[in-house]
């Protein structure tokens, strides 16, 4: 019997893995994929273990701490930039920073956020210098006016954003005076009234919002204005023409009534009145 001579052909399976280990991304996965995979594995088994664990986190503290005590990375000073001395005051009372300190223990953000919450600051920029100092830049709100309250007088600046508060009025006399419901969101129009009544600013006690509509001037030593609630502005410029003209305002008034473009009024004191008609007539009577 003659004996079975082997097909020399390699079987179907072994004809697949060949062409499979013909595909270069294949050979590439086998030669580098899989030995990286094992070492990743070795190396994540070797860092989980608590004994290596313990080393690397005592290293790392060794670094931070070497770094934190590097001259370099120390703040030794605060240098406020841009705020008036009180404001510069309160800054260094709220960041109550514990100095020499290490830059890596500053939290800027922090720090910057705790300013921005001063009334008195409208933004803020905060940066560590290699001088070792930190600086800190302050656009500080400048108040335009005085906003009386119920019970207080509050510095506002243009936008009336409240910037802080005053024990009275006469501590900020350089200011004009508002007051009034919404008084504080009308504080361009009232400069531009308080610069139309300049003739007479050395009278001028305050503009009062009435109504949520409109204004009142208020002059010394007892005379309201009543100005009109669409163009305001017109009414007083005329106004000061007649005080240009025949001192209008120098008279013994009570009272301008500007509400009606058309018929301006004016009250005068019954003194004022009785020295116009040139007798004395009773106080309910002296009206114009």
């Given at each position: ?36 995979l094992a070492l990743a594995a ?12 313990a080393e690397v986190d005592a ?83 400048v108040p335009v006016a005085i ?142």
């Open positions: 019997m003659l004996p079975v001579r082997r097909d020399p052909a390699p079987s179907r399976i072994k004809y697949r893995l060949e062409r499979l280990w013909l595909t270069p991304l294949i050979r590439r996965t086998v030669r580098t994929g899989l030995p990286l070795l190396l994540g088994a070797t860092i989980a273990h608590p004994r290596v664990q290293a790392v503290a060794a670094v931070s701490t070497a770094l934190a005590a590097h001259p370099d990375l120390t703040v030794t000073a605060l240098d406020i930039q841009g705020a008036s001395a009180p404001l510069a005051a309160e800054i260094e009372r709220r960041l109550a920073l514990d100095l020499p300190q290490s830059a890596l223990d500053l939290d800027l953000t922090g720090l910057r956020a705790a300013i921005a919450l001063l009334e008195p600051v409208a933004d803020v920029e905060a940066r560590y210098g290699t001088d070792g100092r930190l600086t800190v830049v302050v656009k500080e709100r906003l009386k309250g119920p019970d207080r007088f509050d510095l506002i600046d243009p936008g009336g954003v409240r910037t802080g508060t005053i024990p009275h009025r006469l501590a900020r006399p350089d200011l004009p005076l508002l007051a009034g419901v919404d008084a504080g969101l009308h504080v361009a129009e009232a400069k531009r009234l308080l610069a139309l009544a300049a003739p007479v600013k050395r009278r001028i006690r305050g503009l009062v919002r009435v109504g949520t509509r409109r204004w009142n001037l208020v002059l010394a030593p007892d005379l309201t204005v009543l100005l009109p609630e669409n163009a305001p502005e017109a009414a007083l410029r005329r106004l000061m023409a007649l005080q240009a003209a025949k001192a209008l305002l120098d008279r013994d008034l009570v009272a301008g009534e500007l509400r009606d473009p058309a018929r301006p009024v004016v009250r005068l004191s019954p003194g004022g009145l009785a020295a116009v008609l040139g007798t004395d007539i009773p106080p309910e009577e002296g009206a114009l």
